[in-house]
């Protein structure tokens, strides 16, 4: 090692290893996005069991929150990461959906299909900078953006896992 490496100076060598050694770390917790079809699951979700439509899961809250599954059609994803997705309410409106801790991402293709989610909700505000945030996330045009006004209260799920079903 030492006739191959032995020009560089040990507090050299140990930089370019750790840097090597982040480099490989980074690249082996990378997450993957898995094209969205039929059958396929984003983090864990249960066998199918009584979910509630977005717009149920309000009445069905006990001490702001419920735990539980929803099935929905997705009409919007995060395209800068895949770490959220909204999906569509009776009213035209969409509910946001978290990946919990950003233990997975969904792919852009995601949009348009009925998945069912798994995990929990609770009715939050959301500031204004964070609500443009999405918009930018999303990919809106700015004058879209530009007319987000003010926090707005709504339910939020927080999903373990998203499964595809059409």
């Known amino acids: 090692m030492s006739l191959i490496f032995g020009h560089i100076k040990p507090h050299v ?50 001490n702001n ?34 990946a919990k801790d950003h233990k997975f991402l969904m792919p852009e293709n995601i949009v348009g299909k009925t998945v069912l989610i798994e995990g ?7 500031s204004e900078e964070m609500r443009r945030h999405y918009a930018e996330d999303a990919g809106k045009p700015k004058e879209e953006i530009a007319k987000i006004k003010g926090p707005e209260k709504d339910v939020q799920f927080a999903a373990k896992g998203v499964k595809v079903l059409d």
Do not use: H
Not at 29 to 36: F, G, L, V
Not at 120 to 126: D, G, Q
């Open 13 to 62: 060598m140990k930089r370019v290893l750790l840097a090597v050694f982040t480099l490989f770390t980074l690249a082996a917790n990378a997450q993957e996005k898995i094209y969205a079809a039929k059958g396929v699951v984003y983090g864990m979700v249960s066998p199918e069991n009584k979910p509630v439509t977005p717009d149920e899961i309000k009445t069905r809250l006990v």
């Open 120 to 126: 929990s909700a609770t009715v939050k505000e959301t």
């Open 65 to 98: 929150a419920f735990q539980g599954q929803v099935k929905a059609k997705v009409t919007d994803v995060c395209k800068a990461e895949g770490c959220w997705i909204k999906v569509q309410k009776a009213d035209g409106t969409g509910m946001m959906v978290r």
